[in-house]
């Protein structure tokens, strides 16, 4: 069993670390993050992108039996084991990471992005499809009277995406790379965009006996 109260003690205190300061020195490379699950496995995929062309330097995949069921609200507890393994893998490390989940716009203040930032020490950004917390109040959502992350449509006719802070970075840098990174007619940043996809492929490979997987202990 799963002692959820725990995990949310843990939150508050992971939240208090994270910083919505600009604290990185470069954006070179930039990393999209993304997890497809097979069966009870969760199955991280990272793609590092040159941060000016969008041209795919590193693709790295780990797989991690998924031990902690989905919660909202505890993403990172689900999918944080196999995205550690996958960055543990990268010869090039990236400068900032966006990850398919929400930075700050969090009923706690450390969704995916923020947690995963925290615990690699790094820039994050948080990109979410569907409203977890928060008021709507023209392009910003505000948790507690702070605007803890912007909408905006990167797709005619397409719903809106959400970006929050994850980590070392504010909301306006966090909107102005998303922007940035957006490759029409993608509805992802294209790092994003590329780790779906890639954690897809992975799971395909698996269902096909391409890729064998053996879990230790």
């Known amino acids: 069993m799963v002692d959820f109260a725990k995990l949310k003690e843990e939150q508050l205190k992971l939240a208090k670390k994270v910083t919505l300061k600009d604290s990185f020195d470069n954006s070179e490379l930039i990393a999209g993050v993304d997890c497809a699950y097979n069966q009870y496995d969760a199955i991280a995929a990272i793609v590092v992108c040159d941060y000016k062309t969008m041209e795919v330097k590193e693709k790295v995949f780990a797989i991690v039996k998924a031990k902690v069921p989905y919660v909202k609200g505890f993403l990172a507890y689900r999918e944080g084991p196999s995205i550690s393994e996958a960055y543990a893998k990268l010869e090039n490390k990236p400068d900032l990471m966006i990850f398919d989940g929400n930075g ?114």
């Open 104 to 217: 700050i716009l969090h009923p706690r203040r450390i969704g995916l992005a923020s947690h995963m930032g925290v615990l690699l020490d790094i820039a994050s950004i948080g990109i979410a499809k569907q409203l977890l917390v928060g008021e709507i109040k023209g392009k910003k959502v505000y948790v507690e009277k702070e605007a803890r992350a912007e909408l905006i449509v990167t797709k005619e006719h397409s719903k809106p995406i959400y970006i929050s802070p994850g980590h070392k970075i504010s909301l306006k840098t966090s909107v102005e790379i998303v922007k940035h990174c957006i490759n029409f007619p993608h509805k992802l940043p294209e790092p994003l965009h590329l780790a779906h996809r890639y954690a897809n492929e992975i799971r395909e490979k698996i269902a096909k006996g391409e890729i064998n997987v053996e879990f230790k202990g």
